[in-house]
């Protein structure tokens, strides 16, 4: 049932799985339809907190330092335009 802080029926994740990233980005989107920036923040501050439940869960010893360091990889290879470099 939607009402509270969201318009839209979302489904409820389990924290530690997928479904919960899933759940919080959904509510995001919510929040983002309301025009709430505040909501949205705090959606997207949630959606970290899923994703470290999920990379404890499923990837212990990981962290988000270690997805940012990729993150940057792949943002570097999209910039220089090609993912091998010729070196």
Partial sequence: ?????HLTDIEKG???ESSKILEEVME??????????IMALVE???????IEAYLENHHPGTTLDDLKKMSQVTKRAFQVGERVSDA
Avoid: R
Wanted: glycine share 16%; net charge negative; no cysteine.
């Fill in 14 to 16: 389990k924290l530690g």
């Fill in 1 to 5: 049932m939607a009402g509270g802080y």
């Fill in 44 to 50: 997207l501050s949630d959606l970290v907190g899923a």
């Fill in 28 to 37: 995001l989107i919510d929040a983002e339809q309301q025009a709430v920036k």
